[in-house]
T-cell receptor
Framework: AQSVAQPEDQVNVAEGNPLTVKCTYS??????LFWYVQYPNRGLQFLLK??????LVKGSYGFEAEFNKSQTSFHLKKPSALVSDSALYFC??????????????FGAGTRLFVKA | DSGVTQTPKHLITATGQRVTLRCSPR?????VYWYQQSLDQGLQFLIQ???????AKGNILERFSAQQFPDLHSELNLSSLELGDSALYFC???????????FGDGTRLSIL
């Protein structure tokens, strides 16, 4: 079965510094990987996805993620953090359902705090 | 605004009761997904429907059921409620199953 792991419960960075939120995955076959963000009392918002192609994926709000097949990682990055980036970040992988559908398996989430 | 509407936003009920959560997907989206988010279990996939048909099943209890109607809205039915069912329940939708999902703001269910 597919799975993702987010090894850090929390990441703290200063505003203006680069940020990295880590994710590793375990899949059989080609990975379909996603990053979502959740703000308080809101649903998740899609940031970016990797299906195939360039290992560096650019997404919303200046975020990007680097796919590394040899390290089975898909880390989320941003060159310069903003206080407004403070939120809960989820890495996810797509898995196939028995009836041909798709289920998305989410990591436990990493809380990002950006200090002014 | 994701375009996904969930009602009600909050629901308070007692153990043993039954509730129905409703989701209207984003216009044009055929796939609907249900998730449960709790502090101890994280975000758990429950079930996916595509154009009215069940397509994928996750960690959904037998006390829970869902359906997607011809107008594509979906309902999640939770019965014989237990204290541990207290959680945020999210609905998401996508055009097709392998596309990014758009999430509603959830229904917060509290069991007393």
């Amino acid at each position: 079965a597919q799975s993702v792991a987010q090894p850090e419960d929390q990441v703290n960075v200063a505003e203006g510094n680069p940020l990295t939120v880590k994710c590793t995955y375990s899949v059989s076959g080609n990975p379909y990987l996603f990053w979502y963000v959740q703000y308080p009392n809101r649903g998740l918002q899609f940031l970016l996805k990797y299906i195939t192609g360039d290992n560096l994926v650019k997404g919303s709000y200046g975020f990007e993620a680097e796919f590394n097949k040899s390290q089975t990682s898909f880390h989320l990055k941003k060159p310069s953090a903003l206080v407004s980036d403070s939120a809960l970040y989820f890495c996810a992988v797509r898995d196939m359902g028995r009836a041909g559908g798709f289920k998305t398996i989410f990591g436990a989430g990493t809380r990002l705090f950006v200090k002014a | 605004d994701s375009g996904v509407t969930q009602t009600p936003k909050h629901l308070i009920t007692a153990t043993g009761q039954r509730v129905t959560l409703r989701c209207s997907p984003r216009s044009g989206d055929l796939s609907v997904y249900w998730y449960q988010q709790s502090l101890d279990q994280g975000l758990q996939f429950l079930i996916q429907y595509y154009n009215g048909e069940e397509r994928a099943k996750g960690n959904i209890l037998e006390r829970f059921s869902a359906q997607q109607f011809p107008d594509l809205h979906s309902e999640l039915n939770l019965s014989s409620l237990e204290l541990g069912d207290s959680a945020l329940y999210f609905c998401a939708s996508s055009v097709q199953g392998d596309q990014p999902q758009h999430f509603g703001d959830g229904t917060r269910l509290s069991i007393l």
